[in-house]
């Protein structure tokens, strides 16, 4: 398994911006799909992003789609979000998930590796 972290959370008002960071490391990091998911206070972890291993193509929800990008470095290590135009609706916590060629990019169970969370919240 791959093991990582998130950093980057933190406070911001409605309209600004955030970089999370996953640092990643065991595994090959450079063949594993990247994604980040989010949860929410009393809600279910739901998917936010996604990019192959090669950085070629990349999935997003509708809800987050042309204000959030992901983005790897594979010679780092690490995975990126930047989030833009942020709205209260983005306050919770967010987590980094590493899986091997996911049929369903979407899928929580397509991911087998699991940071521990950074928390975003948005002020409004």
């Known amino acids: 398994q791959v093991q990582l972290v998130e950093s980057g959370g933190g406070l911001v008002q409605a309209g600004g911006s955030l970089r999370l960071s996953c640092a990643a490391s065991?595994?090959?990091?450079?063949?594993?799909?990247m994604a980040w998911f989010r949860q929410a206070p009393g809600k279910e972890r739901e998917f936010v992003a996604a990019?192959?291993?090669?950085?070629?193509?990349?999935y997003y929800a509708d809800s987050v789609k042309g204000r959030f990008t992901i983005s790897r470095d594979n010679a780092k290590n690490t995975v990126y979000l930047e989030m833009n135009s942020l709205k209260p609706e983005d306050t919770a916590v967010y987590y980094c998930?590493?899986?091997?060629?996911?049929?369903?990019?979407?899928?929580?169970?397509?991911?087998?590796?699991w940071g521990q969370g950074t928390q975003v919240t948005v002020s409004s």
């Open positions: 065991g595994r090959t990091f450079s063949s594993a799909a």
């Open positions: 990019i192959t291993w090669n950085g070629r193509r990349s």
């Open positions: 998930a590493a899986g091997v060629a996911p049929s369903n990019y979407r899928a929580r169970h397509a991911y087998d590796s």
